[in-house]
Every structure is written in C-alpha cells, then in structure tokens.
C-alpha cells in the first residue's frame, strides 16, 4: 500500500515538472507567484490603516448584524437602504468570531484579489489565446487600481472576483450552445457580484444584448437557458424578498437613487478620463490600439461575427465596456475610479490584444526581437503602475489614521451607554468606539435643542470635513457645560489639530 502511494506521488511530481516544462504554464506560475507576493507586500504594509468612510459604513453595518443595540444610531437606516449587504453579513461571521480586522481584510478582499488574476487568464484563454490571457493576467496583477483596491475593506475587490468567475461560465456555457451547469454557475455568481455591488448588475446586461446579437432569439427555446437563470438568481430574488420584508420595496437603494436623481446634472464625460488613470500612458495608447483592432477586425468580418471566436469575444468586451461607460455617464451622470470596475476585464482585454498584435507582427520576422519587444512593454507598463500605485497606496495609508485612535480612545474611556455626538463621525462612532451615534444639525437653533434633548455624554470636531462655524464656537461659549477631554494633531508640532473629543458634564 506504501509503495503505490509513494508510486503515485512520485508520477504527480514527474506531471508537474512535465507541465512545468511548458514554457506558457511556467510564465503564468511566475504571473501568480508575482501576483500573490506584491499583494502580499502592500497586505503588511497597510494591514492596520483605518477605514475610510465607506469601509466603515459596511463594518458598522456588520457590527449591526452582530450587535442590534447599534440599529438605534439613525445613521444606518439610510446605510441599510443604499448599501448593499453581502460583504456586512460575510464581515459579520468574522466578528462573531473574533477575527482581527486584518484577518478579515486578508480572506474577505486579498485572497478574492489574487483570484481575481487568476481568473483573468482563464476568461482571456477561452476567448482568445493562452498567450494573450498571460499578458491580461500580468497587467491585471500588476495594475495599481486592483492593488489599491486590494488593500481596502471594500465591495469592489469581491465584487469583481465574483463577476470574473461569472463571465468565466458564461464563455463556457455560451460555446456549449448554454449548457445547464456553466450557465447556472455563470447566473449564480452574477447574482453574488449583484449582492455584492449593485451596478455588477450591468454584467447581465451586457449577456443579454450580446446573446440578443450573437444567438438571437433562438436561445428563448432552451430549457437550460431558462433553468440556469431561473436557479442561479435564486440568491438575488431571496434578496429582493429580504428587502421587500423589511423596508416594503424589493429594492430600497433603487427608490433611493430615484428620489435623488442626477437627471439635472451635465452628462459624466469626465468618466472617459479614469481609463487613462488606471492605465497610464503605455497601456492606455495599447488601449486605445486595442479598440481600433478591435473595431476594424468587426467591421470587415461584420458577416463572419457568429462563426468566428476572436470577433465574438472582441465584440463581449465592447458591449460591456460600452454599457457600463453609458450607465455611469447618461444614467447616473456621477462616478468614480473605483465605479469602473465592472468592465475591468474588457479594458485588460483591450489592451492585450493589441500586445498580442504588435507582437505577433514583430515575430515574423525575429521572434528574439518579438520576445525583447513584449518584456520591454510590458516592463514599461510595469513600471509606470508601480511608481503611481507605490505611492498611491503608501501615503493613504496613514489617511484617518487620527479618526481611528480618537474613536478607539472613546471606546477605552467611556461607558457602552454613552452617546456620541459627531459629524461625519458616526459610522467611526459605531465601528470603533462601539457606542451610539448622533449627527451635529446643520442649524445652530436645532443643534442647541438637540444637545438639551439628546444628552450626548461626548462631542468630536474633527477636520475630515467642514463644520458650521457654530460647531468651533460652542465649546469655548460653554466651558462650564463640557472640558476638553482628548486631541489629535496631524503635525508633531501640534499646531494642525485633526480630531478634539470634548466630554459633556452638566446636561
């Protein structure tokens, strides 16, 4: 029995050097490896910074689902409403069991991240070739939008890894003619992406257009088309039965976008601008190479579209891309860099393609020249990314660092029953002091009345945001009601102050 296991060891050894020998498989193991440790590099670096707003937002919000008491800051009813609850919930069974935050960041967002490279290559490999998704799968891993983002307890990371492994099953189910079990795997983990992040949801949209091109309305008449879907929404659908529950609506975040809607605002065309940002110059003008490949080899095999795997898929990615650049610029008329993650991988793709082209004609004539030329772009890009990306992710991580140790103070030296009082503090309020939370009114009458009423034991001024100017007097014009109790300084001279907690008495 010892000898056949040791047999059977000894031939997996012997595959595994056999695969390795290939020079492709060898490239994408030093991808991964590379993706894994520079991930893992800025991990350690910056496993302690503390949340911004919005990461703070989704811990209250799981701290909530832990701890009910927290429901009565009236802060996260709106949060509740516009926030979508897969991360909060999968954050809360971290802290039921007292899991650190790092921990957390490390299984909830970094390993989904490195997954995420992963998955790149193996969507680029059905859809074009195995050369090309090596160099989707480099870009990608090294791309200082996905690395800031990975070190961020945010909806993104995840959220991409989910639509990733989606758009994966979906390419496989669409070239077995939407057999049963890829397209239900597909539907499944778009319906996780959805949960996760809400605009994932133009993922779907963008299947149903290009199916719509591509297989018509033929695909009406599949039983597994029907079956897939129906099953793998089955999770966005308890979903919308959770909200319709508990706010009335099925999807509360949708009234709420509705009844503040930018329909007067000028269209987002500044949106266009991100794409340079993630890219910068040597990918963006690969980019923008890539559209015109792409669109050039569309347009003279136009006829040719349905029969010929390269132009399809050129033709997926645009569609994505192009749904997503519509929804943010006409329909939403707001964004920001991180918006633009839902066609990531047609943006990577894009840029490939046209690498894979230029290296392609370069080869003909000198593979030697070929192979130079390619380490040298994508070195450049490289580089080009880790210089801003460095940068980038180092000097934030100290950003609302003194917010962090104010509101952790609070929670050290002050009971579990005192009230904080705060603007644009409150979800630090509940997620690090674990303490109630009041917002400051914007009316000097109500905030007066509202301090008489509330009885908040605590007040924290802060220079994360601006405060009316009676916030700064009231301390000094009732220094008999309340004392100053802590500051944090953003210079070692204490000249900036960052964050002043100042502690009620006689209320």
């Excluded at 091109?213 to 599949?222: E, G, M, N, P, V």
């Excluded at 006829?303 to 749904?323: D, Q, T």
């Excluded at 920001?336 to 080869?363: M, N, P, Q, T």
Aim: hydrophobic share 50%.
């Amino acid at each position: 029995m010892q000898e056949a296991s040791e047999k059977k060891a000894e031939e997996r050894k012997e595959r595994i050097k056999s695969w390795l020998k290939e020079p492709l498989n060898l490239t994408l193991v030093i991808i991964l490896v590379f993706a894994i440790a520079i991930r893992l590099y800025y991990f350690f670096i910056t496993s302690n910074q503390a949340l911004w707003w919005d990461e703070a937002a989704y811990g209250s919000i799981a701290k909530t689902l832990v701890n009910p008491a927290f429901s009565a800051s009236p802060i996260l009813d709106r949060e509740f409403i516009i926030r979508p609850l897969f991360l909060p919930f999968l954050w809360s069974i971290f802290l039921r069991l007292n899991l650190s935050e790092a921990v957390t960041r490390f299984f909830l967002i970094l390993i989904p991240s490195i997954l995420s490279v992963f998955f790149t290559y193996l969507i680029i490999k059905e859809a074009t070739s195995r050369r090309t998704a090596l160099i989707s799968s480099f870009i990608i891993s090294a791309l200082w939008i996905h690395l800031f983002y990975s070190m961020r307890l945010l909806t993104e990371i995840p959220a991409l890894f989910f639509s990733l492994v989606s758009v994966y099953f979906f390419v496989k189910a669409y070239k077995q003619d939407f057999a049963f079990k890829p397209f239900l795997l597909s539907i499944l983990f778009l319906s996780f992406s959805v949960m996760m992040r809400f605009p994932f949801g133009l993922v779907g949209f963008a299947y149903i257009l290009f199916v719509i091109f591509t297989a018509r309305f033929s695909i009406l008449k599949k039983k597994s088309f029907w079956l897939g879907g129906i099953l793998g929404l089955i999770p966005l659908f308890l979903f919308f039965v959770y909200n319709t529950i508990h706010t009335g609506f099925f999807f509360p975040a949708l009234k709420d976008v509705s009844s503040t809607s930018q329909a007067a605002a000028p269209y987002a065309f500044y949106t266009l601008g991100f794409i340079p940002h993630y890219f910068k110059t040597a990918f963006f003008i690969l980019f923008l190479l890539g559209i015109l490949l792409c669109l050039t080899e569309l347009v003279l095999g136009f006829g040719k579209i349905r029969k010929n795997k390269r132009l399809e898929s050129h033709l997926f990615m645009l569609v994505l891309m192009l749904v997503t650049l519509a929804f943010f610029i006409f329909i939403i008329r707001a964004a920001e860099d991180r918006y633009l993650f839902v066609s990531l991988i047609s943006f990577i793709y894009l840029a490939s393609i046209s690498i894979d082209y230029l290296y392609g004609i370069v080869k003909k004539y000198n593979r030697i020249i070929a192979v130079v030329l390619l380490i040298l772009v994508l070195g450049i890009g490289f580089y080009q990314q880790f210089v801003f990306g460095d940068a980038m992710i180092k000097s934030k991580k100290e950003s609302y660092s003194q917010m962090k140790e104010a509101f952790l103070w609070i929670k050290d030296n002050s009971s579990p029953d005192d009230t904080v009082m705060s603007s644009f503090g409150e979800l630090y309020t509940i997620y690090y002091a674990e303490r109630n939370a009041l917002s400051i009114p914007q009316n000097e009458t109500e905030f007066e009345t509202y301090i008489a009423e509330k009885k908040p034991r605590l007040l924290v001024v802060h220079a994360f945001n601006q405060h009316p100017q009676y916030v700064y007097q009231y301390p000094q014009q009732h220094q008999l009601l309340m004392t100053t109790e802590k500051a944090w300084f953003f210079d070692a001279e204490q000249k900036q102050p960052a964050v002043i907690i100042y502690r009620f008495w006689n209320l």
